[in-house]
Each structure stands twice: as C-alpha cells, then as structure tokens.
T-cell receptor, first 112, second 112 residues
Framework: GQSLEQPSEVTAVEGAIVQINCTYQ??????LSWYQQHDGGAPTFLSY????GLEETGRFSSFLSRSDSYGYLLLQELQMKDSASYFC?????????????FGKGTKLSVKP | KAGVTQTPRYLIKTRGQQVTLSCSPI?????VSWYQQTPGQGLQFLFE???????NKGNFPGRFSGRQFSNSRSEMNVSTLELGDSALYLC???????????FGPGTRLTVT
C-alpha cells in the first residue's frame, strides 16, 4: 500500500520562506505531486517531481529524493494568499492510472 | 476552456437513502477520478473511470459505485447512506490519468 506523512500545521510570516516536508511509503513509485487547497475551494495542482532534484515554478519549488522517499514544497516570499492546505500525493498501484493517494495535508497560516 | 463542473453543489439526505452525484470533466479529458474528503480522513480515492471503464477502485464498500458515459461525464452513486458518508465529494479530470488533475468544486453531502 501507500502512505504519506506531512506536518499537520505550519505557521510563517509574510515575506518569509517555508518548507513543507513529505515522506512516503509506496510499493511502486511513479512520482510525487503537490496540490494547494484554500478553505472552501477545490485542490489545484502545483507541481510534480518524477526524478530527484528541485523543480522551480515561480515562488514555489518542489524537491524529491527517491532514495530517502522524501520530498518537500518550498514557498518563497510568502503572501497572505498562500494561506491554504498543501497536500503531497503519489500514484496508487498502476502508475498510468488516475488514482492519487494524498497525504493528510499541511495547513499553512501566513501571518502579517 | 470550461473547468470541471459538479452537480449538485450541496445535498442533504437521510440515512438509508441513496444519492447520485454528477461530474462533467474538462472537454477532451477521458479520465475522471472521484475522491471523498473529510476532516478526519482527508482526501481519499474512490474510483477512476477512463473511456467508460473503471480502471481502479479505492478501499470503499460496495455501496459506492460509479459510471462514465461516452461523453466522459461521470456519475457516482451511494446507496443506503450512513451518517459517516457526510463529506465533500470531489471529482477530478485529466487527459489520461496523469498527476496533474483538475478538480471540480465538489458536492457537499450531509447525511442526517
């Protein structure tokens, strides 16, 4: 089976940098993705890492280490609008199929 | 391009009843996945349909079922509703079941 662990809450101040970690256990690994969900909203896709290393998309970066079964999402120059829940996800068994397995989510609170 | 739509947005049902939820994916997307989101369990995968076939199923009882039509629209059905079925039901579409899935706004189901 698959399981993902991430911190339940993180607090940071506007303008700062925050890192949200995710460790995973999977029987087959096909990559790690990150989603953002604002309260009352739908999850939206942020990034995907299939290979080791850092992927950068604007203020957001995502890192993967397959040997450590570990990844993180890095948010820079935090803004109030970044207050949301962030989920890491892996594919279930059968990497070509659309069955994402999500972590429990990390609630990020950005303070002024 | 229109996003993923789900109907109805809110639903209140009584224990023992059944319910049908509908999802219209983004035009051209053939994969539709369904997820249940609750505060306690987080986002959990229900099932995925691709070209009218169920490709994968999560760990939910047989009371949860679904189908997909030739135009890729999908429905999920929950029979003999239980209080614990109260949740936000999200559907997500992608072209082929990729990591980048597009979520609809969800249907908030309350079972009383």
């Amino acid at each position: 089976g698959q399981s993902l662990e991430q911190p339940s809450e993180v607090t940071a101040v506007e303008g700062a940098i925050v890192q949200i970690n995710c460790t995973y256990q999977t029987s087959g690994f096909y990559g790690l993705s990150w989603y953002q969900q604002h309260d009352g909203g739908a999850p939206t896709f942020l990034s995907y890492n299939a290979l080791d290393g850092l992927e950068e998309t604007g203020r957001f970066s995502s890192f993967l280490s397959r040997s450590d079964s570990y990844g993180y999402l890095l948010l820079q120059e935090l803004q109030m609008k970044d207050s949301a829940s962030y989920f890491c996800a892996v594919k279930g068994d059968g990497g070509s199929q659309g069955n994402l397995i999500f972590g429990k989510g990390t609630k990020l609170s950005v303070k002024p | 391009k229109a996003g993923v739509t789900q109907t109805p947005r809110y639903l209140i049902k009584t224990r023992g009843q059944q319910v049908t939820l509908s999802c219209s994916p983004i035009s051209g997307h053939r994969s539709v996945s369904w997820y249940q989101q609750t505060p306690g369990q987080g986002l959990q995968f229900l099932f995925e349909y691709f070209s009218e076939t169920q490709r994968n199923k999560g760990n939910f009882p047989g009371r949860f079922s679904g189908r997909q039509f030739s135009n890729s629209r999908s429905e999920m059905n929950v029979s003999t509703l239980e209080l614990g079925d109260s949740a936000l039901y999200l559907c997500a579409s992608s072209f082929d079941g990729s990591y980048e899935q597009y979520f609809g706004p969800g249907t908030r189901l309350t079972v009383t």
